[in-house]
C-alpha cells in the first residue's frame, strides 16, 4: 500500500545534539512538506520541496535544515541551534501540479528533548 | 502574510445537538481544505473546496466557501461522540505556491 514512512516515531535529543527524522513516501508525489504540531496548536510550516533538489523555507525554518536528493525521500535535521524543538513533527506530500493540494500527513515524529 | 484563523478553539457540545467552526483567512485564495486528527494521531483529509460557494457533505459534516467573504464553515448536524477530533482547515496561496497554511485547529468534545 501506498502511502509516508515518519522515523523514529519518538526520539529523544539531549541539549546540543543534532537529530535526522526520516520521512519516505512511496506515493511518487511530487512535493514534500515538513509541519511542526505544538500542544494545543495549529501547523507551521518548516520546510517545503517542490522538486528534487529544490526546496523553500516555510514560518518556522530557523534551526532546521533539509535535503531532497531523491524524490521519495525528505529528511528533516533539527540541529542544536533549535532552542525549543520538543514538538510532534509531521512529514506531508502531495501531487504539485494538479489544482488540489490535497496532503497526505505521515503518522508523526515526536521529538523530546532531554 | 497569509493567515488562517479558527473559532472556536474549543467545542463542547452535546450528542445530538448543531454546530458551526468558521474558519477565517486574510488574503486571496480559492482552495480551502478540512482535516480531522484524532488525539496523537496524524491528520487525515476531510473535504477540498475549490471555488466559490462550493459545498461539500459527508454523513454528518458539511463543509461550505465562500471567497468573498474569505470564510469557510464546517457544520456539524447531530452530533455523536465519533466526531470527537480536532479539525483542522488550510488554505493555498494564490498562484499554486505549494504552501499550505493552517489555522489553529478547533478541538471538538461531543459528550453522550
Known amino acids: 500500500d501506498g502511502g509516508i514512512t515518519q522515523s523514529p516515531k519518538y526520539l529523544f535529543r539531549k541539549e546540543g545534539q543534532n537529530v535526522t527524522l526520516s520521512c519516505e513516501q512511496n506515493?511518487?508525489?511530487?512535493?514534500m512538506y515538513w509541519y511542526r504540531q505544538d500542544p494545543g496548536q495549529g501547523l507551521r510550516l518548516i520546510y517545503y520541496s517542490q522538486i528534487v533538489n529544490d526546496f523553500q523555507k516555510g514560518d518556522i525554518a530557523e534551526g532546521y535544515s533539509v535535503s531532497r536528493e531523491k524524490k521519495e525521500s525528505f529528511p528533516l535535521t533539527v540541529t542544536s541551534a533549535q532552542k525549543n524543538p520538543t514538538a510532534f513533527y509531521l512529514c506531508?506530500?502531495?501531487?504539485?501540479?494538479?489544482?488540489?493540494?490535497?496532503?497526505?500527513f505521515g503518522a508523526g515524529s515526536r521529538l523530546t528533548v532531554l | 502574510e497569509l493567515k488562517v484563523e479558527q473559532n472556536p478553539l474549543f467545542l463542547s457540545m452535546q450528542e445530538g445537538k448543531n454546530y458551526t467552526i468558521y474558519c477565517n483567512y486574510s488574503t486571496t485564495s480559492d482552495r480551502l481544505y478540512w482535516y480531522r486528527q484524532d488525539p496523537g494521531k496524524s491528520l487525515e483529509s476531510l473535504f477540498v473546496?475549490?471555488?466559490?460557494?462550493a459545498v461539500k457533505q459527508e454523513g454528518r459534516l458539511m463543509a461550505s466557501l465562500d471567497t468573498k467573504a474569505r470564510l469557510s464553515t464546517l457544520h456539524i448536524t447531530a452530533a455523536v461522540h465519533d466526531l470527537s477530533a480536532t479539525y483542522f482547515c488550510?488554505?493555498?496561496?494564490?498562484?499554486?505556491?505549494?504552501?499550505?497554511?493552517f489555522g489553529q485547529g478547533t478541538t471538538l468534545q461531543v459528550k453522550p
Open positions: 473546496l475549490l471555488s466559490n460557494g
Open positions: 506531508a506530500s502531495s501531487y504539485a501540479a494538479r489544482r488540489a493540494n490535497v496532503l497526505t
Open positions: 506515493l511518487n508525489h511530487d512535493a
Open positions: 488550510a488554505v493555498d496561496m494564490r498562484g499554486n505556491t505549494g504552501k499550505l497554511i
